[in-house]
């Protein structure tokens, strides 16, 4: 079990408004008490923060908000003593612009670290046509008059595009991945990494371009494998016991083994949003929105595919959401006052019972909600803002409705500070947080949750200690879609060595029925979200269960 945490919103210690080191520090037996095997970091390296972290101006130094070198050994000191690995974001396919490699980069072709990054000369016109997703004005390459080029940016005008194709480059990342596994890191997180080669004939884009198409136009699979493979060989292979996962979610689906396939020593996991994807998702055509929530077959066949898939060998990933979508429970489940609580425990019991390495995300374990903001000036996050006033330029009403569905989408929803308490600022700061606190700490907070018994809380613990007491049937067991058309339910089972657990749950706020034609005259119940679960096929709105039958 990995639990990510999202440094600066989770908490301050010294008052800046931004947490910090000494924060996570602090906390490090609540997050025992999860009964967690992990933790993967969002960026904590130096950083000017266009991205929050993303754009790394120094990857061997800690970001000066977040506290300093010293800081961080006591971190993974208190984390090893806790039995708690740490896994770093490794930030692999741009820089910040105020990096000295760009830096130098930007003052002359002649210079050394110039090609560090893309580069595309003035002399050959006009550059080949790349969107960028967080560009105010969407597009990937930015003139540089020094030296009379443009560079390529993905990401924002502040994030240049690392060159993977020289060698050099490739020599630093893997002495920097060096320094921070001498110091005890137990693994990465590979930020955009089907991106860190290009296809340098740089193919036009056709018109109707599509998202599925994002790796034939921004990245170059085949150099993909090969920097992995030269990774492992240079730099993963000299450590014992380090994890790889991939943010795989541009990958299609056939080309996945080929990463994550232990023969092929590239990763050990990926991350996919297939999930996410049907059930509400920003598209890049900008302002689009798809979401589907009824779509509960759909999800089925989601995890019965990707099982399959990892049948025999690899191994598989599954995570509700994370710090660049919105929150778990306003997404997937009800925030209602009503079914907050039940829906935000029937996801876990859906997270938890997973044949994969299940990422809880900060906060979604008190069943923290979207924040909602409804004014543009209220939003941090660079996407929302440079797409909202790209939509601007083209209509207000374009720009109105994109402001509506960042309500239920935006970044910054799972990005507001945790609620410890009922304090002010629910104990995340003493100073002005960076960004907003929910409204509604008061009454979800971490402090609450201890003293409740049934709170969203503890019955992860309840779930965590489930899946680890009983690690040879919920972590390796067979897994076995039941009732499969069905709508409303998702049942399965799930079984090992002559035992068999049966998980239900029912993902909408009706009362459902499920015909798994499975005998429940002897089955325990193990686990639910509501008093008096019964065997008997009946489910009430958003109610799970586990039994072993
Ligand atoms: C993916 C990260 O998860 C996201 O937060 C970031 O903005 C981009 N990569 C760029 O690094």
């Given at each position: 079990m990995v639990y990510q945490l999202y440094p600066r919103s989770f908490q301050d210690s010294d008052g800046d408004g931004v947490g910090d080191l000494n924060g996570i520090t602090q906390r490090l037996d609540y997050l025992q008490s999860l009964g967690i095997d992990a933790i993967w970091l969002n960026p904590i390296c130096?950083?000017?923060?266009?991205d929050n972290g993303y754009d790394i101006s120094d990857y061997r130094a800690i970001m000066k908000e977040m506290g300093t070198m010293q800081d961080f050994d006591a971190l993974l000191a208190g984390m090893k003593k806790r039995n708690i690995k740490l896994i770093m974001d490794l930030v692999l396919n741009h820089s910040s612009d105020e990096h000295d490699w760009f830096k130098g980069a930007k003052s002359s072709r002649d210079n050394k670290y110039y090609n560090y990054y893309h580069w595309w000369p003035a002399e050959k016109g006009t550059p080949p046509k790349r969107y960028s997703l967080f560009d105010e004005e969407a597009n990937a390459w930015r003139y540089n008059s020094a030296t009379k080029s443009y560079y390529l940016h993905y990401f924002s005008r502040k994030q240049p595009d690392l060159n993977w194709e020289n060698p050099a480059l490739r020599n630093e990342m893997y002495a920097i991945m060096k320094f921070w596994l001498d110091k005890g890191v137990s693994g990465f997180r590979l930020d955009a990494f089907p991106f860190m080669a290009k296809d340098t004939s740089w193919p036009a884009m056709p018109a109707d371009f599509t998202n599925d198409q994002f790796v034939r136009y921004y990245g170059a699979d085949k150099k993909v494998h090969d920097y992995l493979k030269e990774m492992n060989e240079k730099v993963l292979d000299k450590y014992t016991d380090v994890y790889t996962v991939g943010e795989g979610g541009v990958i299609p689906f056939s080309k996945v083994m080929d990463y994550v396939n232990e023969d092929n020593h590239e990763l050990n996991t990926l991350y996919h949003d297939e999930i996410g994807n049907i059930w509400g998702r920003d598209s890049l055509d900008l302002g689009e929105y798809k979401t589907d929530r009824k779509n509960v077959t759909g999800v089925k066949q989601i995890v019965s595919k990707w099982d399959e898939k990892f049948r025999n060998k690899g191994w598989n990933t599954v995570y509700l959401t994370n710090h660049d979508q919105s929150r778990a429970v306003s997404r997937y489940g009800n925030d209602s006052p009503a079914y907050r609580i039940p829906s935000a425990k029937m996801l876990y019991t859906f997270l938890l019972t997973q044949r994969a390495v299940p990422y809880i995300y900060n906060g979604d374990e008190i069943g923290m909600t979207n924040i909602r903001f409804k004014n543009i000036e209220q939003y941090n996050d660079l996407q929302t803002r440079n797409r909202y006033y790209i939509l601007l330029k083209e209509s207000k009403e374009k720009a109105e409705a994109y402001l509506l569905n960042q309500q239920e989408l935006s970044r910054d929803n799972s990005r507001t500070p945790m609620q410890w308490n009922n304090s002010a600022n629910a104990g995340f700061t003493g100073g002005n947080p960076w960004l907003p606190v929910n409204p509604n700490y008061p009454e979800v907070n971490v402090e609450a949750a201890e003293k409740d018994k049934n709170s969203i809380l503890n019955y992860v613990r309840q779930m965590s200690r489930l899946r680890h007491d009983r690690k040879d049937i919920l972590v390796y067991g067979k897994y076995s879609l039941l009732d499969g058309a069905n709508p409303d339910v998702f049942v399965y089972t799930r079984e090992s060595g002559g035992k068999k657990l049966l998980v239900l749950l029912n993902f909408h706020g009706t009362n459902a029925v499920t015909n798994t034609g499975i005998d429940f005259s002897k089955a325990k119940l193990l686990i639910s979200n509501y008093e008096n679960t019964v065997a008997d096929g009946h489910l009430r709105p958003y109610e799970a269960a586990v039994f072993e039958l």
């Open positions: 130096a950083s000017p923060n266009d």
